[in-house]
């Protein structure tokens, strides 16, 4: 089991707003909070968000170099996948493959790609109709 996922990001104050929205809807709580950091926990899994040091922010991340590719998270059903989408739209943020969306996973897949404000990749897949999940 995963015990906790910690990332650097650019701008605390943009990424707590974003992912204390984001993963409130997906059940987490506020976990911990200092100055330099932000946590979310969901049953004993938590992710840390920590503002990176100035020098360090010379090289912006990118999902294509070495490191994290991308995060993925469960949803409940396709209509929270469709309620989220809307609610990543009002947010101004990037919405990928939208020519694709929501089937851009595949045949049978039904998910929201997007993009944090790193632009850290981000999906949130739908189960299939039979193993749906309690909202």
Do not use: C
């Given at each position: 089991?995963l ?15 974003f992912?204390?929205w ?13 100055p ?17 040091k100035?020098?360090y ?40 493959y939208e ?24 999906e949130l897949?739908?189960?299939?109709e039979e193993?749906r999940?309690?909202?």
């Amino acid at each position: 089991m995963l015990h906790h996922i910690e990332l650097y990001v650019s701008d605390l104050q943009k990424s707590a707003s974003f992912w204390g929205w984001f993963l409130g809807e997906l059940g987490y709580e506020p976990f911990q909070e200092w100055p330099e950091g932000r946590s979310w926990k969901h049953g004993s899994t938590y992710l840390v968000f920590v503002q990176a040091k100035e020098k360090y922010l010379d090289v912006p991340y990118h999902r294509a170099r070495v490191g994290l590719n991308h995060l993925a998270f469960h949803a409940a059903s396709r209509e929270q996948v469709d309620r989220m989408t809307g609610e990543v739209r009002a947010r101004g943020m990037n919405l990928l493959y939208e020519d694709r969306h929501p089937h851009a996973g595949g045949a049978g897949t039904y998910i929201l790609f997007f993009e944090d404000p790193d632009r850290i990749k981000v999906e949130l897949v739908a189960p299939a109709e039979e193993q749906r999940l309690p909202e």
